[in-house]
Structures are given as structure tokens and as C-alpha cells.
């Protein structure tokens, strides 16, 4: 089973929707984090959070917001989808090593 | 704010050569990690390979390498013998330790071997 998972992998919404991106993990890292990919910009941060109770903006966060439900759980809302939301969506999770290890992303279309 | 540059938006080389993508940063960061990510078409985030600012040596791993260059703010990316497998998304990245231990990004180097 793979370490991070993001639900769903594809998801295709309207204008001022409100929807739930959700990512799990089984690494029992502490650090979770939120990054949004747009072609020719690379990945940037959203969110991210060092336990339930810590969350911290990161570069974009604007027009998101998350939630840290448990360790192992960290979902990304977009409260009224827009369509320059539309890009593809990665979670990741970080220890001590430096080293952040990606889920598979997730693809999201706002029409 | 530190940033990451990557200038060549898209590379082609021919199965079996060697190619060297190129990444320069801009930190006042004296310790530091840097990272290439490469993302094939299933869109899976791998890391490549990592170098920690404080060590002189380049890092290795099997066909790839790195050319750091502290002073200048490079670090560019060898493949050598280079594999149909290798074509993707190649993302060189920054992180300042300890802390958030954010990533920060370049824009990619879109990667095509041809056969």
C-alpha cells in the first residue's frame, strides 16, 4: 500500500463549489503539507502543518483553507472553487531527514 | 525569500548521450538542502537525489549526478546514459532547515529521450 494517498485522484467541479481534497498517510511523520503545481510555475506551498495543532499560510494560501484531523490526516478546502483553482494538487509529508515524500497528486478542473 | 531558476523549459537528447539540466537559487542561507525531483507522465513526485550545502562533495546515484556550485548558486543535474525511462518533468528544489522545512520550487525542465 502506498505511504500517502490523496482522494479523489480526479475531480472535475463547477464555479463556487465548495470541495474537499483529503490525503492520508502511514509514515507517522509529523509535517504535512499542501502544494498546488500550475504548468511553467512548479510546485508551491499552500499550507502546511507540523501537528493537529499547529497549521501554518504558506506561499498561496489564499482562497484555501485545511484542516488537520489526526496525524495521519490533512484535508485541503477550497471554499468556492474558481477556475484559476484548476491545477494539480500534491500532498506531502516531511520528518526530521529533510526529505518530503509525495502523494500521487491530485488533478482538479473547475469549469 | 529564496527562489529557484530553472532556464531550460524543455530538453531532447538521444537514448544512451548525457544531459545536464540547470538550476540556479538565490538564498543568504549558509545551510541548506537541495533537491531534483523528476515527475513522469503518472504524475508521481520521485526524488532523484539530494546534496546537503555544507558538504564539497557532489552527490551520486548510479546515472545521475550533481554539479554544486555554492559560490556560484548552481546545481545542475547529469544524466549519463541517459534511458527511455528518464523522460519527464525534472524539478530542482530548496529547503533551509530546521524548522518548516518548506520546499521551494523551480519552474521544471520538461525532459524528453529519444529512442
Known amino acids: 500500500d502506498a505511504d500517502v494517498t490523496q482522494t479523489p485522484r480526479n475531480r472535475i467541479t463547477k464555479t463556487g463549489k465548495r470541495i474537499m481534497l483529503e490525503c492520508s498517510q502511514t509514515?507517522?511523520?509529523?509535517?504535512m503539507y499542501w502544494y498546488r503545481q500550475d504548468p511553467g510555475l512548479g510546485l508551491r506551498l499552500i499550507y502546511y502543518s507540523f501537528d493537529v495543532k499547529d497549521i501554518n499560510k504558506g506561499e498561496i494560501s489564499d482562497g484555501y483553507s485545511v484542516s488537520r484531523q489526526a496525524q495521519a490526516k490533512f484535508s485541503l478546502s477550497l471554499e468556492s472553487a474558481i477556475p484559476n483553482q484548476t491545477a494539480l494538487y500534491f500532498c506531502?509529508?516531511?520528518?526530521?531527514?529533510?526529505?518530503?515524500?509525495f502523494g500521487p497528486g491530485t488533478r482538479l478542473t473547475v469549469l | 525569500a529564496q527562489t529557484v531558476t530553472q532556464s531550460q523549459p524543455e530538453m531532447s537528447v538521444q537514448e544512451a548521450e548525457t544531459v545536464t539540466l540547470s538550476c540556479t537559487y538565490d538564498t543568504s542561507e549558509n545551510n541548506y538542502y537541495l533537491f531534483w525531483y523528476k515527475q513522469p507522465p503518472s504524475r508521481q513526485m520521485i526524488l532523484v537525489i539530494r546534496?546537503?550545502?555544507?558538504?564539497?562533495q557532489n552527490a551520486t546515484e548510479n546515472r545521475f549526478s550533481v554539479n554544486f556550485q555554492k559560490a556560484a548558486k548552481s546545481f545542475s543535474l547529469k544524466i549519463s546514459d541517459s534511458q527511455l525511462g528518464d523522460t519527464a518533468m525534472y524539478f530542482c528544489?530548496?529547503?533551509?532547515?530546521?524548522?518548516?522545512?518548506?520546499?521551494?520550487f523551480g519552474q521544471g525542465t520538461r525532459l524528453t529521450i529519444n529512442p
Open positions: 506531502a509529508t516531511g520528518q526530521t531527514s529533510n526529505e518530503q515524500f
Open positions: 546534496q546537503e550545502a555544507y558538504k564539497q
Open positions: 509514515k507517522g511523520h509529523d509535517r
Open positions: 528544489a530548496f529547503m533551509v532547515p530546521p524548522g518548516a522545512q518548506k520546499l521551494v
